[in-house]
Every structure is written in structure tokens, then in C-alpha cells.
């Protein structure tokens, strides 16, 4: 298999202002959490995007990355982050590694310890590869069917899905420590994105926020 080329690892001055433009770009459409806005302030997203799209890296909309997956806009990966409230010392769970954008943005979160698990095994090696490449230290990047979470390791803090779902798997839900959050879209063509935190064995509480627009989160693919 032909492994894409990544871009060089550099990180301009003219980058780091386009970054400041994008946080300012994203407070005017409502995110707060300080720790959110510095992580998207301080990660160099170009080097998750393929070269040819370098200069589209800070505009605020999603783009295509292998396996006919796409990198989440910008907007999208701060605010299913803002929701999952980390805090320091929380284990998170991430389903849909992707490009590892949002896997970096959990991970400028101090203390957090991040599981993350890729379907898509394209994906899955040159992400892995990447992060490797920049140093990008997950807990483990696991090429597996992130529809059954990470049973081995449960319970989570947090799980954050960024692929849209028909209908929430009950074993993320069954994976959730007392107290976790569950970030997830859910839907068919269009996805409200819902956070569930659970309140006791049996009881969660479920709040939605909005319509979005995900790749499919697929099951028992083999």
C-alpha cells in the first residue's frame, strides 16, 4: 500500500497568526473553555491535512484526509471537546482516531490519558505514523471496531465519538464511569450532537446541542 507523504514538520509565523485567527474566529461562535481555545491557539493543524490542502489548514471547515474520511472542522472538534469537560487525571476514550487532530487537542488537556481506536487501517498506520513522527504520545492507538469501545479498559471518564451514529452503542454507555461524559452525534443524514453523563449504574443524564454533520460510524465491519 502507497503511504501518503506528510507535510514537513514546520510550524511559520504566518501558521501560528492564522491560528490566532481561528480562536478569535471561534470565541465569536461561543467557545469559552480557555484550555479548548489554547489548544486550538497552539496545534499546528496543516500537519494533519494533506500538503495540497495546507493552505486551506485554518479555515474553519472540515476537508478530506484518507480512506474517504475528512479532518472535523475546526469549530466541530472544539465543541464536542468544550462538552466532554476534562478534567486533569481523566481517562478518555476517543472513537474515530482519524487524522489525530482531535486526538491532539484531548491530549493539550494536562493529565488526561487518551485510548483511541481507528477502524480504518489506511488510516490507522499513517495516523500512527504521523504522531510517532511529531512525538504525539497517545495511552494507545488501537486499529479495531470502536463500536464496541475498549471493554479491557473500562471504565472512562470521557468518550468522545466523531462519527455520526444512528443510534448510541449501549457499550459506550456501559464503559462510562459514574460521573463520565459521553460526547456523541447521532443520527442518520444530519446528527444532533448529545452528551449522556452518567449518574448512577442505571441512570443518565442526556442533553443535546445542535445539528451536525458526520461521516458514519460503522459496525461489525470486517
Same mark, same amino acid.
Given at each position: ?8 514538520? *514546520? ?7 492564522? %491560528? ?15 484550555? $479548548? ?6 496545534? =499546528? ?10 493552505? &486551506? ?17 475546526? &469549530?466541530? $472538534? ?22 489525530? &487532530?482531535?486526538?491532539? $487537542? ?30 504525539? %504520545? =497517545? ?7 470502536? &463500536? ?17 451514529? $444512528?443510534?448510541?452503542?449501549? =457499550? ?8 463520565? %461524559? ?15 453523563? %452518567? ?21 461489525? *465491519?470486517?
Amino acid at each position: 500500500m502507497e503511504v501518503a507523504t506528510f507535510v514537513p514538520m *514546520k510550524d511559520t509565523p504566518k501558521h501560528q497568526g492564522q %491560528r490566532r485567527q481561528l480562536v478569535k474566529l471561534l470565541m465569536d461562535k461561543g467557545i469559552a473553555d480557555a484550555q $479548548v481555545l489554547a489548544a486550538l491557539g497552539a496545534i =499546528p493543524r496543516h500537519w494533519y491535512m494533506d500538503q495540497g490542502l495546507e493552505a &486551506y489548514a485554518y479555515v474553519d471547515k472540515a476537508y478530506p484526509i484518507a480512506a474517504d474520511q475528512t479532518i472535523s472542522q475546526p &469549530y466541530t $472538534v472544539a465543541f464536542q471537546t468544550q462538552l466532554l469537560d476534562l478534567q486533569k487525571g481523566d481517562k478518555v476514550l476517543e472513537i474515530g482516531t482519524g487524522s489525530g &487532530y482531535q486526538t491532539a $487537542v484531548l491530549l493539550a488537556h494536562e493529565g488526561v490519558s487518551i485510548y483511541t481506536i481507528e477502524r480504518q487501517q489506511q488510516l490507522f498506520k499513517k495516523t500512527a505514523l504521523l504522531f510517532k513522527k511529531i512525538g504525539l %504520545r =497517545p495511552k494507545k492507538v488501537i486499529f479495531g471496531d470502536g &463500536y464496541q469501545g475498549l471493554p479491557e479498559q473500562a471504565p472512562f471518564d470521557a468518550i468522545i465519538v466523531t462519527a455520526g451514529a $444512528v443510534q448510541v452503542p449501549k =457499550p459506550l454507555l456501559e464503559q462510562l464511569a459514574i460521573g463520565g %461524559r459521553l460526547v456523541i452525534p447521532v443520527g442518520e443524514k444530519d446528527q444532533i450532537m448529545t452528551r449522556y453523563v %452518567r449518574t448512577s449504574e442505571k441512570s443518565f443524564d442526556r442533553q443535546t446541542f445542535g445539528n451536525f454533520r458526520f461521516v458514519p460510524l460503522l459496525k461489525n *465491519k470486517s
